[in-house]
C-alpha cells in the first residue's frame, strides 16, 4: 500500500476512534477556549468550562448546586449525564456528532441544522 494512502487511513481511523475524554476536551475548547472556573456566557446564562446553563444541570440530574458546574469535573458529569439521557444510544457508539448537536441544541438538537456548524467546530477540535 502506498504510504500517503496508509498515513490518510491512520488519520481517519484516529480521528474517528476519539473517546469519551477527547469529546469532552473538544467541547471545553469551543465553549470556553479551554478556559477553567466560574467562566459566565451567553448573556451571563452559562457557567463554567463547558457553559452549562441551569436548565441543562437540572436535566442531568447532577447533584450539588448549580455553581458547581464551574469546576471541570463536575460539567464533566454533567455532560455525560446529559447526554445519557436524551442521545444513550450516540453516547454508547460514540456519535460525537449526535452528541455535539444534542449538547448544543438539547435534547432534539441532532435534527436542528442550527447545530451543523457546533459540530464542526466541535469536529475540528476532536
Given at each position: 500500500?502506498?504510504?500517503a494512502?496508509?498515513?490518510?487511513?491512520?488519520?481517519?481511523?484516529?480521528?474517528?476512534?476519539?473517546?469519551?475524554?477527547?469529546?469532552?476536551?473538544?467541547?471545553?475548547?469551543?465553549?470556553?477556549?479551554?478556559?477553567?472556573?466560574?467562566?459566565?456566557?451567553?448573556?451571563?446564562?452559562?457557567l463554567?468550562?463547558?457553559?452549562?446553563?441551569?436548565?441543562?444541570?437540572?436535566?442531568?440530574?447532577?447533584?450539588g448546586?448549580?455553581?458547581?458546574?464551574?469546576?471541570?469535573?463536575?460539567?464533566?458529569?454533567v455532560?455525560?449525564?446529559?447526554l445519557?439521557?436524551?442521545?444513550?444510544?450516540?453516547?454508547?457508539?460514540?456519535?460525537?456528532?449526535?452528541?455535539?448537536?444534542?449538547?448544543?441544541?438539547?435534547?432534539?438538537?441532532?435534527?436542528?441544522?442550527?447545530?451543523?456548524?457546533?459540530?464542526?467546530?466541535?469536529?475540528?477540535?476532536?
Amino acid at each position: 500500500m502506498n504510504k500517503a494512502i496508509a498515513f490518510l487511513l491512520l488519520c481517519l481511523t484516529t480521528a474517528s476512534a476519539a473517546d469519551f475524554a477527547q469529546f469532552t476536551r473538544a467541547i471545553h475548547l469551543v465553549e470556553s477556549g479551554g478556559r477553567l472556573g466560574p467562566t459566565v456566557g451567553d448573556g451571563g446564562r452559562a457557567l463554567g468550562p463547558l457553559q452549562i446553563h441551569r436548565g441543562c444541570w437540572q436535566d442531568s440530574r447532577v447533584g450539588g448546586r448549580y455553581e458547581d458546574v464551574a469546576d471541570l469535573v463536575v460539567a464533566t458529569r454533567v455532560l455525560r449525564a446529559y447526554l445519557h439521557r436524551y442521545a444513550p444510544a450516540a453516547l454508547a457508539g460514540e456519535d460525537w456528532s449526535t452528541c455535539a448537536r444534542v449538547w448544543n441544541g438539547g435534547p432534539r438538537g441532532a435534527s436542528k441544522t442550527a447545530t451543523l456548524a457546533y459540530w464542526a467546530k466541535v469536529e475540528g477540535r476532536l
